[in-house]
């Protein structure tokens, strides 16, 4: 049965998605934004209290890459802590009456679902390579933002091939095409990924700084001070290109070019001694100071609409 703090197989995050939103119907809504390669449909989660008229939002995935297990955990972590403490705490109640959050809990079913089964490391899609024997395309390759030509490959038996073209998966197609739909509400963009404890904003394709780097950055500490005030655990923020590598095609470079101002990627735990393997023991800890970093970044977001 579901449970938030162990790592749920895809079945069971599926049947819980259809469950907590049909159980919260005045705070939580159900879509389908497409299907993966292998048929999935891929179900988006829109938080937030209904007012028939459109609220600002924050878009937020999880996912992108299949091993990332904790990643998973924290987007059901935050739909279920949004509506558990909606009503109870102050600023979820504030976010949740004046925006919404759209939330897609796995992003790359089809390589989650590959991790459960056959290979616990696998980190691309599941998508057949012509003329190659090699699968899967990596998905943060795969956005047109100086797509393949830094940190990315165009061998399909990399871990980070780029893909044939952009926006050559279908799962990068449903989301870009979502979110160039609803890029006039959408302010904020957060893609979870795991691990080396980082937050990390434009540009990772080139070292040239971002027009709003400042604020960037400040929220991005400001973020990352109110994550460590839980458990003391340590976060370094920064552009992609200069805090982890030069790398092209990422999901949240490129919706900063469309104009989503505050556009993050999150490496949460470890810092190496697990890696992708994080116990679960740690999904707790690591799902509430996450809370309080993308709390913390919304917040502001709302103060600075
Ligand atoms: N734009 C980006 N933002 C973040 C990253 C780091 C993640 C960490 Se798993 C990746 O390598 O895909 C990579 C890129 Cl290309
Ligand atoms: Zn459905
Ligand atoms: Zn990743
Ligand atoms: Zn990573
Ligand atoms: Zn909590
Ligand atoms: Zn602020």
Redesign the pocket.
Known sequence: AHDYTKYNNWATINDWVVSISSANADLISRQEIGNTYEGRPMHLLTIGKKTGSAKPAVFMDCG??AR?WITHAFCQWFINEAVSTYGSDPEMTNLLDRMDFFVLPVFNIDGYEYTWTNDRMWRKTRSRNSGSSCIGT?P??NFD?GWCTV?ASSNPCSETYCGSSIESEIESKNLANFIRSNKSIIKAYLTV??YSQLL?FPY??KYDLAADHSELLSVSQGAIAALSSLYGTRYTSGP?ATT?YL???????WAYDLGVKYSY?F?LRDEGRYGFLLPESQIKPTCEETMLAVKYIASHVLNNL
């Open positions: 992108f890459h990332e990596d943060n390759r933002a940190g990924h795991s990390l990772s394709y992609g982890i790398a092209a095609g990422g999901s949240d470079d990627t490496e």
